[in-house]
């Protein structure tokens, strides 16, 4: 069990660039998730993978954000034109789903820098 | 939707016990959720409470009541490494979202 893997572990670019991230859930895990965390607060989930199924989606995902898990394995989260207020870390968490509410386990996050 | 609230930061000294406090509104809840997070870190699960009670897990235990909305997650004999953040999050039936608070500071000092 190496965990729950993401790159780039950091990510600077230029406002209206294109960027993609990596995640590598626990190999064993369906279950997974997308959240993005701002300095001082908790993570705000943005979307959810159950396989390859795109199943839950939340309002803070506009549509210059894309999020793929095209084999049930990894996932890849875009966002397109980039803007100054999606700097942040986000983060890429994995579960099972067997015996109820498994809990999630994080990776140590993408950490994205808008100039 | 669901809310959830937490104070900001504590500072303890070394072997103490620090208690953390969390509460939260949520519609059809589903359980609730303790992390630690150190800065730049992912966060790591501690502990899960979906009855009323208390769970206990070595130096850490969490405690809930959901009539009144309340979870807590006790600290015993504080190290240094224990300084960080620690996130409660509430889970709702019908999706597997975590609802974040914004977490505890608590800072370890000898």
């Known amino acids: 069990d190496t965990g729950v893997s993401q790159n780039p572990r950091h990510k600077i670019t230029k406002r209206g660039q294109n960027v993609t991230f990596r995640c590598d859930p626990i190999?064993?895990?369906?279950?997974l998730y997308w959240y993005r965390q701002t300095l001082g607060q908790g993570p705000e989930f943005l979307t959810y993978?159950?396989?390859?199924?795109?199943?839950?989606k939340s309002r803070l995902l506009s549509d210059r954000f894309s999020a793929e898990r095209p084999k049930g394995s990894f996932s890849t989260l875009e966002i397109q034109r980039t803007e100054q207020g999606d700097s942040a870390m986000y983060l890429c968490?994995?579960?099972?789903?067997?015996?109820?509410?498994?809990?999630?386990?994080f990776g140590d996050g993408t950490r994205l820098s808008i100039l | 939707g669901q809310n959830i609230d937490q104070p900001t930061e504590m500072t303890a000294t070394e072997g103490a016990i620090v208690q953390i406090n969390c509460t939260y509104q949520?519609?059809?809840?589903?359980?609730l959720f303790w992390y630690q997070q150190h800065a730049g870190e992912a966060p790591t699960f501690l502990s899960y409470?979906?009855?009323?009670g208390l769970e206990e897990k070595g130096r850490f235990s969490s405690f809930l009541s959901r009539s009144k909305g309340y979870s807590y997650l006790l600290l015993k004999e504080l190290q240094m490494k224990d300084s960080a953040s620690y996130l409660c999050?509430?889970?709702?039936?019908?999706?597997?979202?975590?609802?974040f608070g914004k977490g505890n500071q608590v800072v370890v000092i000898p």
């Open positions: 968490a994995s579960s099972d789903d067997t015996g109820g509410n498994q809990p999630q386990h």
């Open positions: 190999s064993e895990h369906n279950r």
């Open positions: 993978f159950q396989n390859e199924a795109q199943l839950e």
């Open positions: 949520t519609s059809g809840f589903n359980g």
């Open positions: 409470n979906v009855l009323d």
């Open positions: 999050a509430g889970r709702s039936y019908g999706n597997n979202r975590l609802a």
